[in-house]
């Protein structure tokens, strides 16, 4: 039976590092995408049988001091999200925006539903709007008049357009930044945007740079907040970790063989 749960123990482990290595995989796909905040598995071993329990009597006036336990594998417990700040890139781009700090802008989806993001590509639409490079809205929404020269975003979010025939910017909107009480229980729906769960909390909405929010650096860019160089070591450590694990199934099989042997 111990022979047995080995087997089983072991292929636990397997199972759990195929899942490490998908997500290292997936971290290091989007090592040059925009904004991109690295996820990693959190593991939890699984229910132990108890073969003895601490304390338990084992003659008279005399407890168990530790007992005997078997542990019987390993699970994901979950998938987390790391939002630690990333590296800014420099692109002269008065489009491109990055958040120094905690935040997120707001994306009006085609629904009507607000989505997330760390991604300040920006684009301009046919009708002005400020909007990213799958077509979605900013919001509030911000419109860039068609006579405009010249664009001006400040750290606090603040819009201004220099006009043609004016001297004087004028102030055509203002991006607000959300944040939210527990940012990894955002969900990833993908095109970098990610949704409000139960779990992230309702978001807080807010002027750039005040409150705990980051300010706005006009002509920036987040890079992706994903190391390589760790990554790569993660990917070595979940091949190392399978292999230990298929090598306990290899020698649980050839006991299990020498048994039936001595039995038969």
Same mark, same amino acid.
């Given at each position: 039976?111990?022979?047995?749960?080995?087997?089983?123990? !072991?292929?636990?482990?397997?199972?759990?590092?195929?899942?490490?290595?998908?997500?290292?995989?997936?971290?290091?796909?989007? $090592?040059?995408?925009?904004?991109?905040?690295?996820?990693?598995?959190?593991?939890?071993?699984?229910?132990?049988?108890?073969?003895?329990?601490?304390?338990?009597?084992?003659?008279?006036?005399?407890?168990?001091?530790?007992?005997?336990?078997?542990?019987?594998?390993?699970?994901?417990?979950?998938?987390?999200?790391?939002?630690?700040?990333?590296?800014?890139?420099?692109?002269?781009?008065? *489009?491109?925006?990055?958040?120094?700090?905690?935040?997120?802008?707001?994306?009006?989806?085609?629904?009507?539903?607000?989505?997330?993001?760390?991604?300040?590509?920006?684009?301009?639409?046919?009708?002005?709007?400020?909007?990213?490079?799958?077509?979605?809205?900013?919001?509030?929404?911000?419109?860039?008049?068609?006579?405009?020269?010249?664009?001006?975003?400040?750290?606090?979010?603040?819009?201004? !357009?220099?006009?043609?025939?004016?001297?004087?910017?004028?102030?055509?909107?203002?991006?607000?930044? !959300?944040?939210?009480?527990?940012?990894?229980?955002?969900?990833?729906?993908?095109?970098?945007?990610?949704?409000?769960?139960?779990?992230?909390?309702?978001?807080?909405?807010?002027?750039?740079?005040?409150?705990?929010?980051?300010?706005?650096?006009?002509?920036?860019?987040?890079?992706?907040?994903?190391?390589?160089?760790?990554?790569?070591?993660?990917?070595? *450590?979940?091949?190392?970790?399978?292999?230990?694990?298929?090598?306990?199934?290899?020698?649980?099989?050839?006991?299990?063989?020498?048994?039936?042997?001595? $039995?038969?």
């Amino acid at each position: 039976m111990a022979m047995m749960n080995a087997l089983f123990t !072991a292929a636990s482990g397997m199972s759990a590092q195929q899942m490490n290595l998908d997500v290292i995989a997936n971290n290091l796909a989007n $090592v040059s995408t925009t904004g991109f905040k690295e996820s990693r598995v959190n593991f939890e071993n699984l229910l132990s049988q108890m073969i003895r329990t601490p304390g338990a009597q084992v003659a008279s006036g005399i407890q168990e001091p530790s007992g005997i336990s078997e542990g019987l594998g390993v699970r994901p417990g979950s998938t987390e999200r790391i939002f630690t700040q990333g590296t800014l890139t420099q692109t002269n781009n008065p *489009l491109d925006l990055a958040i120094q700090g905690n935040g997120f802008f707001q994306i009006t989806l085609p629904d009507g539903t607000t989505a997330y993001t760390r991604a300040g590509s920006f684009q301009v639409d046919s009708t002005g709007r400020l909007v990213t490079a799958d077509g979605f809205p900013v919001s509030p929404q911000i419109t860039i008049p068609q006579n405009a020269i010249s664009l001006s975003v400040g750290e606090d979010g603040t819009v201004s !357009a220099l006009l043609q025939g004016q001297t004087t910017p004028t102030v055509v909107g203002q991006i607000t930044l !959300a944040n939210f009480i527990n940012p990894a229980g955002l969900m990833n729906d993908g095109q970098n945007l990610y949704l409000q769960t139960a779990a992230s909390g309702p978001p807080i909405i807010g002027t750039a740079g005040i409150n705990g929010l980051g300010s706005l650096q006009q002509g920036y860019l987040e890079n992706s907040n994903v190391d390589a160089v760790n990554q790569l070591i993660n990917v070595i *450590l979940a091949q190392q970790a399978f292999e230990y694990n298929s090598r306990v199934i290899t020698s649980s099989n050839n006991m299990l063989s020498t048994v039936e042997q001595m $039995v038969t």
